[in-house]
């Protein structure tokens, strides 16, 4: 067993309303970034966790966000990969 | 009639449930503590609202998986009666109990407001004593309220007659202006395919007497008597 280190993007499923991404867009025109189309917010987060290798680390953390870390109704997850720690 | 009451660790309206039940119904109420893994002989479980485990990653989404839980899903399973308020709704969405999921207001802002329901379907166990299409003053507060489901799901909602409560206005009309946080159809409240899971975002314990400025909740908790009695 060693230690890896898996990191999680979630964000809003995609063609639901994100009022959070719209605000932040909002701000962002309004300060002059003028070519900003989308924003969305989300969550970053990131596992320690021991596994045999990177490929069980991963699945182990998909298993996470299917059951606990994104709500499979309104987010969408995406997993980078392990890395060892 | 018992009913147990939730408390998890951030539960705030628990005490006005277990007021209601005792003093505006007149029926035994009792405290179950989230790690217990013992509904008492309850016959009616309230997941009370406020803000479990601090909403931390999704309001309701870790309450989910206190031990209690089991208990409450094995309850729900076997037809017994639970209704979940404001966060309580959020909870039973997270744990499968009812379809879909509520999301941050569209707004982003929390409300705390009197609000008006149009009861949708007077013939389940926690509406039989409304009246089709009546209009319910019963205050919301909340800030993660806005419910969302797949549109097959909201399909299937629908057509079974399981939205019991839509936010309307004072002439009864489903508006976009009525709508508090955004909600699809304008949807405050849900019942479980079975009809026996009762999810809503309203609070009916704090609608319980005219010195709380309606007592248009009182008739949800009646209707389980008489629905459970007959």
């Known amino acids: 067993m060693s230690k890896f280190r898996i990191a999680v993007h979630i964000t809003p499923r995609k063609g639901l309303l994100d009022p959070q991404g719209n605000a932040v867009k909002g701000a962002l025109q309004t300060l002059g970034f003028k070519a900003v189309k989308d924003v969305h917010v989300g969550r970053y987060i990131i596992v320690e966790a021991d596994a045999h290798d990177a490929i069980a680390a991963e699945e182990a953390v998909t298993d996470m966000c299917n059951k606990l870390l994104a709500n499979p109704v309104t987010e969408d997850f995406e997993i980078e990969s392990a890395v060892p720690s | ?230």
Not at chain 2, 33 to 48: E, M, R, Y
Not at chain 2, 68 to 92: D, L, Y
């Open chain 2, 1 to 230: 009639m018992k009913f147990g009451v939730i408390t998890f660790p951030g539960s705030n309206c628990d005490y006005d449930a277990f007021r209601a039940v005792t003093d505006v119904l007149g029926e035994e109420a009792t405290y179950l503590w989230h790690k217990d893994h013992d509904l008492q002989g309850s016959d009616v479980i309230i997941l009370p609202g406020g803000f479990s485990y601090g909403d931390y990653l999704r309001a309701g989404a870790i309450a989910r998986f206190s031990p209690i839980m089991q208990e409450v899903a094995a309850h729900a399973k076997a037809g017994g009666p639970v209704i979940g308020i404001c966060n309580g709704f959020q909870i039973a969405c997270e744990a499968g109990l009812l379809p879909g999921a509520l999301m941050r207001n569209a707004h982003l802002q929390f409300v705390s407001a009197e609000i008006r329901v149009r009861v949708e379907n007077a013939d389940t166990m926690f509406t039989n004593l409304y009246e089709h299409a009546e209009i319910l003053r019963i205050p919301i507060a909340h800030g993660d309220g806005r419910y969302v489901a797949p549109p097959e799901v909201l399909h299937e909602l629908e057509s079974e007659g399981r939205v019991v409560f839509r936010y309307v206005d004072a002439s009864g009309a489903v508006t976009a202006d009525a709508n508090p946080n955004g909600s699809e159809q304008n949807i405050a409240g849900i019942v479980s395919a079975g009809g026996n899971v009762l999810g809503l975002m309203p609070h009916p314990e704090r609608a319980c007497s005219p010195l709380l400025g309606s007592s248009d909740g009182v008739r949800l908790l009646e209707s389980i008597l008489t629905r459970v009695a007959a």
